[in-house]
């Protein structure tokens, strides 16, 4: 763990140059608005240690897949989001020297990243190599609500230089991906020039055709009042902008206003993209900063407003909650089911920025819970619409007849990872799918939306599993060979307690849905029939079977369910048997070592027992916790908040509470340490989950809404609203009681826990 950043509720602070930790604050710091986003690189060049990095939401490069021929079901090519072009560049020049922190005196450095304003700012006294002591203050936005917009506040006064301080506002497109060792061109330009007073850069992505149009104009002041200049013209192969020079003398100070925007073919049309980008940047100059800076500040304040999470004596936790939503929601908007979330968001390239399972196992409750139904239901349509490519996934592997298999990684729903032990095996991410729409149906209340999108996936992802199971002679039963569990540290493991159970539950849902579509949603039922071209008789048949005869592994000595074959002959023993200089496990020892070990990557039968919580008593789920969670070692950002959630329901507040908090500050305290490489963007809202499920014991039973609460010891109360079925309650939770208070909807009646509450 790294505990460098200063603790406070509303920011995150860094003081003092830390070289050593760079990439990691690359990462803290970095800032988007759902559009595009980028690392917390420092505005001027830095020659040493560095991850410079921006992306745009939605433009892709196909990759070549780099495979054996023999590994049919794999793409040809596989999607991967691109770098983009450095929007954020500002160099500084004095005669002959040019900022770089690498080689320059830091004599004072601080930044800031301020989550109610949605802004970094960064102050810092240098010297250059000759002596020369500048103080510089940079202000930096990506606007929530000018989704294209992009604004940068870079000022320098002389401390006792007297001479020629020269702006560079530039835009980059000399970028390489970190990942990229083939040395493939990506981009083309298109076009690239000066327009009078904006500069402006026209790509394309090779093979796929996306576009992004970059703009940026400016304006410059000297202690305060306009000035004139006389701007060099910067126009390279790969470069344009401006070079602007001013004379200072020491107590001067020089301030540049970067505007910058970035237009995709995703939301603009392609004809008017240069267009459009010009027409940005000229208006938000017109604009001013200030404007600018108070509409940022208000579209936060209206965000916080919805989903803010307060925690009284608790800095580290309030700052790690307010933190995770605030990266979550600088990285996924909503506003198209074109896109889904990556699991770095706009902070690296791994995982080539496409979309996992963690979006319907995080995110998607997250959503539907914490007042943005519209949102969750972009990610949900987002899977409606690839089901054709998910159909094809399955088919590619010889399981046809209309089965769907949902892609482990993908951009446009077509496979994209090459690792088979995950891409062939770990078949359990098609049950969250089904697993959301029934959240969907829960949290609101209404079938609507099942009827009209989801059946047709659930029949598809049952019809998969129809045909992927065996039946076991021996034990006259159904088993699932050939998988990889949540647990990726068990691979080709028959007999997954969570796979198997899953696919159990997934068929008992599709068969409900179907009986309740047919009766309620009659016009929905018979077109659904004719696309899918269901044969009820024969296919419920096949399903109930199934369900019927499921093998699912037990250990009747310890009454605990028994993750996979072979998992009970392992040497058992917990992780305080691994030296503290061993861990994370993955970054020491051998992949052949962590698959003979015991030890679990994440929650494996326990995420079974938190998904499906309606079916097992307290007593099951306390012995299977007391078995698994000491083997388990964390090192997947998606176990800490489902431990943690199950320990607070358990009573085991203590543990509930340290769980959280590794949930939580998993990036800010580097828990297993990867930051650097990016943040943990879609097990962000884990963290949320944990406080509202987990502490507050959120559950809705018999379509009841119900709260058990907990409080930690370190916490005076805690208070969040959550969105229920078109109605926003608020609970405030403290030591001596609970209050609800209902703010929007119509009354209801909930319970407290067992006890019931009208509002």
């Not at 505990?3 to 690359?26: H, T, V």
């Not at 930096?140 to 992009?150: E, F, K, P, V």
């Not at 202690?223 to 344009?240: D, F, L, S």
């Not at 077109?527 to 369900?547: F, G, S």
Request: aromatic share 10%.
């Amino acid at each position: 763990m790294k505990q460098y950043l200063k603790i406070d509720e509303w920011n995150i602070i860094e003081e003092g140059f830390q070289a050593d930790n760079l990439r990691m604050s690359e990462s803290i710091f970095s800032l988007g608005n759902g559009h595009f986003g980028e690392r917390g690189n420092f505005e001027e060049p830095y020659s040493s240690d560095s991850y410079r990095a921006s992306f745009v939401a939605g433009i892709t490069f196909l990759n070549k897949t780099r495979v054996g021929w023999w590994k049919n079901g794999y793409p040809l090519f596989s999607t991967s989001v691109p770098l983009a072009a450095d929007w954020r560049s500002v160099k500084l020049r004095l005669i002959d020297e040019e900022l770089d922190l690498a080689t320059w005196g830091v004599n004072r450095f601080s930044r800031k990243l301020d989550m109610q304003a949605g802004l970094t700012h960064r102050e810092m006294e240098i010297t250059s190599p000759r002596g020369h002591r500048l103080y510089v203050e940079v202000t930096h936005i990506d606007h929530i609500g000018r989704s294209d917009l992009c604004i940068i506040e870079y000022s320098v006064k002389s401390m006792n230089y007297t001479g020629k301080v020269s702006l560079l506002p530039l835009i980059n497109l000399d970028v390489r991906c970190k990942e990229d060792t083939s040395g493939e061109k990506v981009w083309n330009i298109l076009r690239a020039g000066i327009d009078d007073d904006c500069a402006y850069l026209w790509t394309q992505t090779r093979r796929e055709d996306a576009q992004v149009c970059y703009a940026t104009t400016y304006t410059v002041k000297k202690n305060g009042a306009a000035c004139a200049t006389h701007p060099i013209r910067v126009e390279q192969e790969k470069q344009v902008g401006f070079s602007i020079g001013v004379d200072v003398k020491p107590g001067d100070s020089v301030r540049l206003v970067k505007y910058a925007a970035i237009s995709s073919s995703l939301y603009c049309d392609r004809n008017k993209l240069m267009e459009h980008a010009l027409a940005e940047v000229r208006q938000a100059k017109s604009i001013g900063m200030e404007h600018l800076k108070n509409e940022q500040q208000q579209a936060w304040s209206r965000i916080w407003d919805d989903m803010d999470v307060q925690i009284d004596g608790d800095p580290a936790a309030q700052q790690g909650i307010r933190y995770n939503i605030f990266q979550l929601r600088q990285a996924y908007l909503g506003d198209s089911p074109r896109l889904n979330i990556g699991p770095k968001g706009f902070t690296g390239e791994k995982y080539g920025g496409n979309t996992y399972w963690n979006s319907e196992l995080c995110c998607v409750p997250f959503f539907l819970t914490a007042t943005q139904q519209p949102v969750a239901e972009n990610l949900l349509m987002y899977r409606y619409n690839q089901l054709p490519k998910a159909i094809e996934n399955a088919a590619k592997l010889g399981i046809c007849g209309g089965a769907a298999l949902y892609p482990q990684v993908t951009y446009n729903g077509e496979e994209c990872h090459n690792e088979w032990e995950i891409t062939f095996e770990e078949i359990h991410r098609n049950n969250i799918i089904v697993f959301a729409l029934l959240q969907h149906a829960t949290l609101t209340g209404s079938d609507a939306y099942i009827a009209r999108y989801g059946l047709e996936i659930m029949i598809a992802v049952s019809r998969y599993w129809s045909r992927r199971v065996s039946f076991s002679q021996p034990k006259q039963q159904y088993v699932i060979l050939g998988v990889t569990g949540p647990d990726e540290y068990e691979n080709n493991v028959d007999n997954n307690w969570y796979t198997n159970y899953s696919c159990v539950k997934c068929l008992r849902i599709t068969l409900h849905y179907i009986e309740l579509v047919a009766a309620q949603y009659p016009d929905d039922y018979a077109r659904i029939r004719r696309t899918v071209n269901l044969n009820l008789r024969e296919e419920a048949e096949r399903w109930n079977d199934i369900i019927n005869r499921m093998y699912l592994p037990v250990d009747s000595r310890l009454g605990i369910f028994v993750q996979n074959d072979g998992f009970m002959d392992k040497e058992l023993q917990s992780v305080d048997a691994i030296p503290p200089d061993e861990r994370p496990i993955n970054q020491h020892w051998s992949w052949d070592r962590i698959l003979r070990s015991c030890y679990i990557k994440q929650s494996d039968v326990l995420l079974g027992l938190y998904l499906f919580y309606t079916d097992f008593d307290l007593d099951t789920v306390r012995r299977n916790f007391e078995f698994y969670e000491p083997m388990t070692v964390h090192e997947s950002s998606l176990s800490p908040h489902i431990h943690a959630i199950l320990a607070a329901r358990l009573g085991k507040v203590e543990k509930a509470y340290r769980l959280f908090l590794h949930a939580t500050r998993l990036d800010l305290d580097d828990y297993n340490n990867e930051t650097q490489d990016g943040l943990h963007i879609t097990s962000m809202p884990g963290s949320w989950l944990a406080i509202v499920r987990g502490f507050a014991g959120m559950q809705v039973r018999n379509d009841t809404l119900q709260f058990n609460p907990v409080i930690p010891a370190q916490w005076r109360s805690y208070a969040f609203k959550v969105n229920f079925r078109k109605r926003t309650i608020r609970l405030c939770v403290t030591p001596e009681e609970t209050r609800a208070t209902l703010l929007k909807g119509e009354p209801v009646d909930i319970l407290i826990n067992g006890q019931v509450v009208s509002l």
